[in-house]
Nanobody, 124 residues
Framework: QVQLVESGGGLVQAGGSLRLSCASS????????MGWFRQAPGKEREFVAT????????YYRDSVKGRFTISRDNAKNTVYLQMNSLKPEDTAVYYC?????????????????WGQGTQVTVSS
């Protein structure tokens, strides 16, 4: 089992920045691809960004490209999501996840573990 705990969410004005962190415990998450997903009220959970086990490959949904950056520190068992130029439409609960491979995770497949989520609210 892998436990994932997100942190770093909060309230920010449009144009601002936040950095989310996801710490893993239990079986090491290093062999897993990692990702960030989000769910806004009344909407389905959607892919935001994923990263391969080594960090060499990343995938982003189109609406966050150039604004969000996913990274990982395998020595610390932590994955990050740097979010810049935030928009009100980025408001959602953000979830960390671990899975088999980053490309499959980007299509919501082969996801093994989920965190509890952290709220991000962007005011206009």
């Amino acid at each position: 089992q892998v436990q994932l705990v997100e942190s770093g969410g909060g309230l920010v004005q449009a144009g601002g920045s936040l950095r989310l962190s996801c710490a893993s415990s239990g079986r090491t998450a290093s062999p897993y691809a990692m990702g960030w997903f989000r769910q806004a009220p009344g909407k389905e959970r959607e892919f935001v960004a994923t990263i391969s086990t080594s960090g060499a490959r990343t995938y982003y949904r189109d609406s966050v490209k150039g604004r969000f950056t996913i990274s990982r520190d395998n020595a610390k068992n932590t994955v990050y999501l740097q979010m810049n130029s935030l928009k009100p439409e980025d408001t959602a609960v953000y979830y960390c996840a671990a899975g088999t491979d980053s490309q499959s995770m980007s299509t919501m497949r082969l996801i093994n573990y989920w965190g509890q989520g952290t709220q991000v609210t962007v005011s206009s």
